[in-house]
């Protein structure tokens, strides 16, 4: 399906990451947004609230973050596409209701633009230190899916992609922006609204009465029903059967579980995207993500200009990670570095793909300010020496 011509702001524009990110929900077709204000991603409700009254969307700010993350839940099952946004501190309280999205098979999305933390820490200053919580952050097995855009045309490119994903795999789905990338302004090409190509929720054809909620009839995905088609369902957070209903013992909990990691799982070559630039026959390669991908490619450019044979890989999916992926760049590759504005995070993920077969280095920091390109230089010297 296409996107709603009335509501695509057509034309090229020089805007932030933040309106980017909103103009992209918007032709994506959500139109329900929930949150609470925050540091650095305000921008993004800020815009949807003076655009969406006048496409029929609706905004609310809530009381917090705990109830964003419950009220865009509910608007889904009213029939809504629907996300929340936020930073660090709310990106914590929200880990509950990631929780609930994910057993109840919801499909939404949480924006993230990320900050340095813990805790408060630097409200107005990035950081990429979220993207273990955004996999690991709730408790219990489950999948999600996590995109990381490194330029404001990706935010409006990607949060459509990440629509599209939560509506065909019935999930959660995180968009972990950055400080920097959601502040950046830069030119952003929206295209017309029938070049966008937007994934529609599927909804039953069933009847009422030979319809299960949780029941795949095909694929790997339950099909989905709103308030008011007239089905008779119950939504729970507890381990429940193919009707939705408690069923509290190990077998309904391994068939509901496997079944809700595999979906994601099988399919993580077809979800993953990533940009590869020289890592055949390379002595390093970087691999990197978000604002710090950019940085990366600037400190590839300087070493290949002093004739070190450098690669580059930068993962815009987080989430689903994807071992073949890294283990494809190891065997063309020397050694590894994983650049990210954390102490550490997305380096135990390619450590473990690698399982030592080539030697992995972090290029890590505390977060607060971007990783300079000749920082990462000298570590590319340092490993290639």
């Not at 054809?205 to 790997?220: A, C, I």
């Not at 570095?337 to 450590?351: R, T």
Request: charged share 20%; glycine share 10%; net charge negative.
């Amino acid at each position: 399906m296409k996107a709603d011509p009335s509501a695509v702001a057509t034309g090229v524009h020089f805007i932030d990451g933040d309106e980017a990110c909103a103009e992209g929900a918007i032709a994506a077709g959500c139109r329900f947004v929930a949150g609470y204000p925050i540091t650095p991603s305000t921008e993004v409700v800020e815009h949807i609230a003076r655009r969406f009254p006048k496409i029929g969307g609706m905004f609310i700010q809530m009381e917090d973050e705990i109830a964003s993350s419950i009220c865009i839940q509910g608007a889904v099952w009213a029939g809504c596409k629907s996300m929340t946004v936020t930073s660090g501190p709310g990106f914590s309280l929200m880990m509950e209701h990631v929780g609930l999205a994910a057993i109840t098979e919801t499909p939404c999305v949480f924006v993230n633009v990320q900050r340095g933390g813990p805790s408060t820490g630097l409200p107005t200053l990035p950081g990429q230190a979220d993207v273990m919580q955004a996999r690991w952050g709730s408790h219990g097995d489950y999948e999600i899916i996590a995109l990381a855009p490194s330029t404001p045309q990706e935010c409006f490119d990607h949060i459509i992609t990440a629509f599209n994903l939560a509506e065909k795999y019935r999930v959660p789905v995180f968009f972990m922006m950055d400080e920097c990338v959601g502040h950046m302004l830069g030119k952003v090409r929206i295209p017309a609204a029938d070049r966008i190509e937007i994934a529609e929720r599927k909804f039953t054809t069933r009847k009422p009465g030979e319809y299960l909620p949780f029941k795949v009839y095909e694929g790997d995905q339950p099909e989905m029903v709103k308030a008011g088609m007239g089905h008779n369902i119950h939504v729970t957070g507890l381990t429940h059967d193919e009707r939705g209903y408690p069923a509290m013992n190990a077998e309904a909990q391994d068939r509901l579980i496997t079944r809700l990691c595999r979906k994601i799982l099988d399919h993580t070559d077809e979800i993953a995207m990533y940009e590869e630039d020289g890592i055949d026959g390379s002595d390093v390669t970087i691999v990197s993500y978000g604002i710090t991908s950019r940085v990366a490619a600037r400190a590839v450019e300087l070493a290949r200009a002093q004739g070190i044979k450098v690669g580059l890989l930068r993962l815009i999916t987080l989430w689903p990670f994807s071992d073949r992926l890294i283990q494809d760049v190891a065997s063309k590759t020397k050694s590894l570095i994983v650049a990210e504005m954390n102490m550490g995070q997305m380096v135990l993920e390619v450590e473990r793909a690698v399982h030592g077969k080539v030697p992995v280095h972090l290029m890590g920091s505390a977060g607060g300010a971007i990783i300079e390109p000749e920082a990462i230089l000298a570590r590319i010297k340092e490993v290639a020496s």
